[in-house]
């Protein structure tokens, strides 16, 4: 943002005043994340960076706890990840189903008493997780779910289908409802015309909404702590308690994957969101 | 007009009117059959739920069933003086048949917390009721309060009568470091012990403070962000997704490496001679700690709605209010700002609804002085097992966070939230 030859100079000092308070946000926001980089490869036990690394010493960097993280006897993580991706997948789906059906609903302009329809389906999100997760294992506890991975997937998938909802709905808001009438009066049935004209248009929303989802099953420790026995341990589970008992490099090492995987989710997400963008012919 | 004007009709011969409200409501119906799964199962496995933690908060069923002769024969006795002879018999008969079922220490424990005391008299009635020792046949008022002198004291047996209701607010008042007294009037718990209402206020504190932190951090990236152009935007906007997409649980690891008193954060104050090596800061496990890392966390819920809103706000606005003869600041100030409310609103409370309930970070960086109210129903649900009490906490923080989500829903309509 260059400023114009003719802006005075406390204005301009102001203006790079601004600039550096902006860098420092960016910085704040992002540099947390670069620091477990280096430390996963740590040679040594201690989750600080030692006089070999800051010299460079390439003595001082090993894969030891990445070797660790997938070989290592004692470690759960190859049971966490397993029932993660399992919880997330499943979870993911359920939300998605029940997710889209509620938004394709909603975004009817029949329907009747939207308003708090819609504050009750995005609740999940607003309620405090610690609530959610005493209620939602009094229940799991009365009808016998408690410690399996159904009742977790159950519990992921309310905390999960608010987003669902949410993107959903706002693809549908830019949705031209004349196409669905247009195949209508073409002879199409309901689900025909849902299947291959609807989805594909909403299909970006749906598939970020998804993405959501799956990043919230996958991210959540909360009500899983209430939930799971020894069996159903998520990665969120294991980094918990070895935050807060034996505090490991190991623990880096699978943060600095699940960091990859975030990256990996946020492209999606972002080339989505354009993709439905210019679907929806809004343009930037 | 002639009743015979007529009524436009469809094919079928139906009036127009009705058959259009047959449509409309054939759409109504569709449209809601469309939302009912998800409303029904959120409803059987969440909203009901919720509901039951508020009976189990209130419910006190359990030495009402247990003392059922007791307190039909206590409803007729003024609870000033010392029972009459039948209250006394009804209470034995009843503790009797819980001795039959093997429930008597509970009994004991439940009224113990109402009246210190309790369990050993209790006790001391149940070795009696073993041996045989009592003789049913004569009076047996005067055999209890021979067996345990605490018989002959009236406010036991007033203990006893204030344990009658179904219902109790007892937890509630708790929460609020409050209790019944004796008479039944609600008095405060002695001031060094108020643990609960510190808690309350640091929450309100943590999660006011970090939604200002938050806000004043937030605004003007959002600001950059919003007029920058869109490749260099874009490029910045990752510094704010990367995060939100990045799990809670590695942010908060992060922060924890660097703020711990070898880390990163400490030697770097040392580097520019803020603190001695030997002095240096303790940060985490504290409010610091709390502050730092939650602000960081939550800067996103900020910045997204913010952003949002300003993208919309045209840039000609900013140089008309120029060009009219405002200086940069009054313009910001007089055009721009207002411009802005809505999002400030919407990020401001939601980034307050997350904090106020927040549970991991302070859990793992807060320490005992950074914890709030969301570690202490943890607390009491998976430690001490006082899940009345750990639901009675969680329903308090829950009005107050739907109050929040209310005005929410008023100011900037739940359809509104942006996701990225």
């Known amino acids: ?284 | 007009m002639s009743s015979e004007t007529k009524q436009i009709l469809t094919t079928d011969g139906i009036p127009l009117e009705v058959s259009l409200k047959k449509a409309e409501k054939k759409n109504k119906i569709k449209a809601f059959l469309l939302v009912a799964p998800l409303l029904l199962f959120l409803i059987i496995t969440y909203i009901f739920p919720i509901g039951e933690m508020f009976t189990r908060s209130i419910d006190d069923k359990m030495i009402t069933n247990m003392l059922p002769k007791t307190f039909k024969e206590m409803e007729s006795w003024d609870g000033k003086e010392l029972p009459p002879e039948a209250v006394f018999s009804a209470f034995y008969y009843d503790y009797k048949s819980l001795v039959e079922k093997q429930e008597h220490g509970k009994l004991g424990q439940r009224l113990n917390k109402e009246k210190n005391g309790f369990n050993s008299t209790t006790k001391r009635l149940f070795r009696n009721i073993k041996r045989k020792k009592i003789d049913e046949s004569i009076s047996i008022k005067e055999q209890m309060i021979k067996v345990h002198p605490n018989w002959n004291k009236v406010e036991y047996w007033q203990a006893i009568k204030r344990t009658a209701p179904p219902y109790t607010l007892a937890k509630y008042l708790k929460g609020m470091d409050m209790y019944y007294a004796p008479d039944g009037s609600i008095v405060q718990v002695d001031e060094d012990r108020r643990i609960h209402r510190i808690l309350w206020l640091r929450t309100l504190e943590i999660a006011f403070f970090v939604t200002l932190f938050c806000f004043l951090m937030g605004y003007p990236i959002a600001h950059l962000l919003a007029t920058l152009p869109m490749k260099y935007s874009n490029l910045l906007m990752i510094c704010v997704l990367l995060p939100f997409w990045t799990s809670l649980l590695v942010r908060t690891a992060s922060w924890m490496i660097l703020l711990q008193q070898q880390g990163v954060v400490n030697d770097f104050f040392v580097m520019i001679g803020l603190v001695a090596d030997d002095n240096r800061p303790e940060m985490m496990y504290n409010k610091v700690g709390t502050y730092v890392a939650m602000t960081q966390i939550l800067l996103p819920f900020m910045v997204l709605p913010l952003y949002s809103v300003m993208k919309t706000i045209s840039p000609s606005l900013m140089r008309a209010g120029k060009s009219l003869g405002g200086t940069p600041f009054v313009a910001f100030w007089k055009v721009y700002f207002p411009l802005t409310i809505p999002g400030i609103g919407a990020g401001c409370l939601l980034v307050f609804i997350l904090a106020i309930g927040y549970y991991i970070t302070p859990a793992l960086v807060g320490g005992a002085s950074g914890t709030l109210i969301s570690n202490q129903i943890a607390f009491h649900m998976k430690q001490t097992l006082d899940w009345s009490f750990a639901s009675a906490m969680g329903l308090m923080l829950l009005t107050g966070v739907l109050v929040i989500y209310w005005i929410y829903n008023k100011l900037v309509g739940v359809d509104n939230i942006k996701l990225g």
């Open chain 1, 1 to 284: 943002m260059a400023l114009p030859s003719y802006t005075e100079t406390r204005y301009r000092i102001w203006h790079y005043i601004y600039l550096s308070i902006c860098a420092f946000v960016f910085f704040f926001l992002i540099a947390p994340l670069f620091v477990i980089f280096p430390l996963s490869f740590n040679a040594e036990e201690f989750l600080v960076f030692s006089e070999g690394m800051k010299n460079l010493d390439p003595d001082a960097f090993s894969l030891r706890w990445y070797k660790d993280m997938v070989y290592g006897t004692k470690n759960p993580w190859g049971l966490a990840a397993k029932n993660s991706f399992i919880i997330a997948i499943f979870a993911t789906i359920g939300s998605i189903i029940l997710g889209t059906l509620a938004a394709l609903g909603l975004s009817s302009r029949h329907m009747p008493y939207k308003g708090i329809i819609m504050a009750t389906l995005i609740s999940p999100m607003i309620v405090p997780l610690i609530i959610s997760g005493v209620a939602i294992f009094f229940f799991m506890a009365k009808v016998g779910l408690a410690a399996t991975h159904t009742g977790i997937v159950f519990a992921h998938i309310i905390l999960g289908t608010p987003f669902v909802v949410i993107t959903v709905t706002a693809t549908l808001s830019g949705f031209d409802h004349s196409v669905t009438r247009a195949a209508a009066s073409l002879g199409s049935n309901p689900v025909n015309t849902f299947m291959k004209i609807t989805l594909p248009l909403i299909l970006p929303g749906v598939i970020s909404g998804g993405l959501f989802a799956f990043v919230t099953s996958f991210d959540e420790v909360v009500v899983v702590l209430f939930l799971a026995g020894l069996e159903n341990t998520t990665i969120p589970i294991q980094m918990w308690t070895g935050l807060r008992e034996q505090l490991s490099p190991t623990i880096l090492a699978v943060a600095t994957c699940l960091i990859i995987l975030s990256t990996l989710i946020l492209i999606s997400a972002e080339l989505l969101r354009r993709r439905s963008e210019r679907l929806r012919g809004i343009n930037r």
